[in-house]
């Protein structure tokens, strides 16, 4: 059982960090330096743009990354604060910053970041080759950096396909502006999946984590049904103690203590929590009652019994006869 339980942990912190997105993962994936008639920005102008990728499987926020096409931050000499005034940072006030699996986002160049979180300041030489880089967070990481050839009007230099090694020209037809680099419109899935895991690390990783995420359902499921048929007579003792009683009792005291509430936030704390309606029924009853037994019920009858006395003694019968009147 230790065994077992010491593979599966294993294999979910492989899979965490099979599947966990870092800073490497993203990637700088086109860049275009002439754009005349290519995307446009939200102002509807044309500008130079550099596209990221988010290479993973999973969300990452590139915010507080740097953009520079300035070679002197390679000069290890350097301060961070001299070199942060060499780069332009990604600002984090915009949601398009945080990029799902696989998506793309366009940052342009030669532009006032005052514009949005998609403006860098970074500077493009059009008519020279160009040196672009981007930088993690603390300005000292190099995640990716690419020398970009110098390029004709509404070409691009774009990796071949998404993360890859191999970077081409493409002509303005060919542009990729964000979206995956690799078009072809009768690739297969299995073509495309090949393509995307040319060795199959991918699919075998999910395969493992299916098959050992089901093997862990299916003994957690019998580990709780056997515990609950061992313990099956407790459960049934248990079930004789009434609890039903127990919460119906339960639930009718707070529904009073929920009513007396309302009411006195309704009349105030004069009225101890009771309806006006139930002091007005217990008034009529009473009255009802007054009215009811006020007299004593008789039977207008009365009563005279023979009284025994002294005389008795001297045979003179002085008690009168029982009458009825």
Known sequence: MKRFSFLLCALIVGLIEGFSQGAM?????????????GPLDSYGEHKPWVELANTS????????????????????NLSVPEREKLMSRIPDNDES???????????????????GAQYLS??????KPLWIALYDGNA??????VTVPVLGEDESYARKTDGSKEWVKRAPDAVTAGTENFIQANETKIAKLKRNDPHGFGITILSMGIVFGCLALLYVFFRVLGLLMSHK???????????????????????ETGHKTKVILKDGMETGGIDKEIYI?????????????????????????EKHSAWKALNIKTSLPEKKI
């Open 233 to 255: 007579e407790a459960l049934q003792k248990a079930g004789k103690i009434q609890p039903i009683k127990a919460a119906v009792k339960t639930g009718e005291k707070i529904a």
């Open 25 to 37: 993962n993203i990637k700088i994936n086109e860049v275009q330096t002439k754009n005349l008639c």
């Open 97 to 115: 910053t945080s990029l799902s699996a696989r998506q793309h986002l366009l940052l342009f160049l030669n532009s006032n970041p005052s514009r």
């Open 122 to 127: 970074a500077k493009i030489e059009e008519d």
């Open 281 to 305: 029924a217990v008034i009529s009853m009473a009255l009802k009652q007054y009215g009811d037994d006020v007299h004593d019920i008789e039977s207008g009858i009365i009563t005279l019994k």
């Open 140 to 145: 000292v990481d190099l995640l990716d950096s």
């Open 57 to 76: 499987f999973s969300t990452y926020n590139v915010r507080g990354m740097y953009i520079t096409t300035d070679t002197l931050v390679l000069n290890k």
